[in-house]
């Protein structure tokens, strides 16, 4: 059993960064490749990026290719989301997942999943 906590959201104007946290409860945090998705309103929650266990391969959306860097730290723990240039359809709440498939390819190759933080971006 693995339990996500999101952090780090909050309100910040066009162009400007945050960095998403999420914390993961038990021993085994270091197994999963770990990802970022998000859900504006009114649309479908939408991948971002992942991460796997080693942190040997990273994959990104488009969308956010170039901007948002995706790191994480077994040691504590945690996974990062850094979001620099942010742009008003950024907008969204950001929810971290893991999974135990090395290249998950499907929302549902996500086991666990955090609760999600908002990201506001001002235009």
């Known amino acids: 059993q693995v339990q996500l906590v999101e952090s780090g959201g909050g309100l910040v104007q066009t162009g400007g960064s945050l960095r998403l946290s999420c914390a993961a409860s038990?021993?085994?945090?270091?197994?999963?490749?770990m990802g970022w998705f998000r859900q504006a309103p009114g649309k479908e929650r939408e991948f971002v990026a992942r991460?796997?266990?080693?942190?040997?391969?990273?994959y990104y959306a488009n969308s956010v290719k170039g901007r948002f860097t995706i790191s994480r730290d077994n040691a504590k723990n945690t996974v990062y989301l850094q979001m620099n240039s942010l742009r008003p359809e950024d907008t969204a709440v950001y929810y971290c997942?893991?999974?135990?498939?090395?290249?998950?390819?499907?929302?549902?190759?996500?086991?666990?999943w955090g609760q999600g933080t908002q990201v506001t971006v001002s235009s």
């Open positions: 997942a893991a999974s135990a498939t090395l290249f998950p390819s499907t929302q549902g190759s996500y086991v666990y």
């Open positions: 038990g021993r085994t945090f270091s197994s999963y490749t």
């Open positions: 991460i796997s266990y080693s942190s040997s391969f990273t």
